[in-house]
């Protein structure tokens, strides 16, 4: 069965530069959702979009935006970046206002230096 | 706002069973979720609990208490690739919006 795809998974960006990271949720999911994981934390929701829409935000920092295309797939842009943006970033997807049981990409772990 | 509590750690030894217990408050209630993940993987879903009572997935079972606020997810019959993190999550918000709320997270070792 078809996962969530993620792009890259590995990312390493000095201070103040840009990263952009790319999520192809499964197919006919309507809705997608960006997380951030810390070092032994719990995954914290940064934001989510349901048929190309934005439809709820997290903790996202103004330094970042994201949005979703007409092909469903979703961009996170994270600009001025820091050293505490250094983490894994995942995106899920999920179907028909099942928020409760998404499924998650592999990650892209996102090193500042 | 929503907040979970869930023990930091529990370790079991093979073949066991364990339990690990979320306690939440929330403003509105929509259900329970549980995930599982490996050190450096994705969260996984397990098993989703709306109404009060056990949901028996495998070896896996969860359950549900609205009125205690409480649910719990058991593991049977432990085995060494069982050892992840296993954290429980809340949805806050409403209709086609809304997002999870997870707990910090039960980290299981599962020991020989």
């Known amino acids: 069965a078809a996962g969530v795809i993620q792009s890259p998974r590995h990312l390493i960006k000095e201070k103040r530069e840009t990263a952009t990271l790319k999520c192809y949720p499964i197919?006919?999911?309507?809705?997608v959702y960006w997380y951030q994981q810390g070092p032994g934390q719990d995954p914290q929701f940064l934001i989510s979009f349901y048929e190309k829409m934005q439809s709820d935000k997290g903790s996202i920092p103004d330094r970042f935006s994201a949005q979703q295309f007409s092909d469903y797939h979703s961009e996170l842009n994270m600009s001025s970046l820091e050293l505490g943006d250094s983490a894994l970033y995942f995106c899920?997807?999920?179907?028909?206002?099942?928020?409760?049981?998404?499924?998650f990409g592999p990650g892209t772990r996102l090193t500042v230096t | 706002g929503q907040s979970l509590e869930q023990p930091s750690e529990v370790t079991a030894v093979e073949g066991a069973i364990v339990q690990i217990n979320c306690t939440y408050q929330t403003s509105g209630f929509y259900g329970l979720s549980w995930y599982q993940q490996h050190d450096g993987g994705a969260p996984t879903f397990l098993s989703y609990?709306?109404?009060?009572g056990l949901e028996e997935t495998g070896r896996f079972s969860s359950f549900l208490s609205r009125s205690d606020s409480y649910g719990y997810l058991l593991l049977q019959e432990l085995q060494m690739k069982d050892s992840a993190s296993y954290f429980c999550a809340v949805r806050d918000g409403e209709g086609q919006g809304g997002k999870l709320i997870f707990g910090q997270g039960t980290e299981l070792s599962v020991k020989p």
């Open positions: 197919p006919r999911h309507d809705t």
């Open positions: 609990n709306a109404l009060d």
């Open positions: 899920a997807s999920s179907l028909g206002g099942r928020i409760y049981e998404q499924y």
